[in-house]
T-cell receptor, first 113, second 113 residues
Framework: DSGVTQTPKHLITATGQRVTLRCSPR?????VYWYQQSLDQGLQFLIH???????AKGNILERFSAQQFPDLHSELNLSSLELGDSALYFC????????????FGPGTRLTVL | GESVGLHLPTLSVQEGDNSIINCAYS??????FIWYKQESGKGPQFIID?????DKRQGQRVTVLLNKTVKHLSLQIAATQPGDSAVYFC????????????FGKGTTLSVSS
């Protein structure tokens, strides 16, 4: 158990809908990262927050947004969902904003029908 | 295109054998490399990391080798066990990516007893 929690574990929704994925980092970790894992694209970095501020963006669609709250939990919002958004979404956390191990949560499996 | 890749998508070994999983990276400016293991239905789990100023790092039953000349990273697992069966990803942190991990596609290691 990494200490990172994600909810929900599974999510099934329809095209065009909006969903929110939630992540609670390890205690006292200030950085939260979101990654998407799909069969064709592998594990791809989406976005990084450090202590409430956005630090870096990767291959994140404009339909997706994220935020990190004062209690350091983070939410990833996915809107106008398409079939191709079906994937595993992982959150990872780390103590600081520098180089080092990232601790991954168990993921949320999103299925868009 | 992807920054990091693995040479073989699958590797099958016998229990007790040593396993070597290879990875080629393309960004010579990367400062940090990391190996993760992902078991079915779980998030990636840290195995070992290495910084660009090192050539070799050893952990418990695992060794990572970094050859910056040919931009090659390898993970050696000694006395491979059935519990080592998983997908292994190498990842790098290019300087321009902040601290986000850029993952390769992964190698599936199957250990038979």
């Amino acid at each position: 158990d990494s200490g990172v929690t994600q909810t929900p574990k599974h999510l099934i929704t329809a095209t065009g809908q909006r969903v929110t994925l939630r992540c609670s980092p390890r205690s006292e970790d200030l950085s939260v990262y979101w990654y998407q894992q799909s069969l064709d694209q592998g594990l791809q970095f989406l976005i990084h927050y450090y202590n409430g501020e956005e630090r870096a963006k990767g291959n994140i669609l404009e339909r997706f947004s994220a935020q990190q709250f004062p209690d350091l939990h983070s939410e990833l919002n996915l809107s106008s969902l398409e079939l191709g958004d079906s994937a595993l979404y992982f959150c990872a956390s780390s103590p600081g904003s520098g180089l080092g191990e990232q601790f991954f949560g168990p993921g949320t499996r999103l299925t868009v029908l | 295109g992807e920054s990091v890749g693995l040479h073989l998508p699958t590797l099958s070994v016998q229990e007790g054998d040593n396993s070597i999983i290879n990875c080629a990276y393309s960004n010579s400016a990367s400062d940090y490399f990391i190996w993760y293991k992902q078991e079915s239905g779980k998030g990636p789990q840290f195995i070992i990391d290495i910084r660009s100023n090192m050539d070799k790092r050893q952990g418990q039953r695992v060794t990572v080798l970094l050859n910056k000349t040919v931009k090659h990273l390898s993970l050696q697992i000694a006395a491979t066990q059935p519990g080592d069966s998983a997908v292994y990803f190498c990842a790098e942190i290019p300087r321009e990516a902040g601290t986000a991990l850029i993952f390769g596609k992964g190698t599936t290691l199957s250990v038979s007893s």
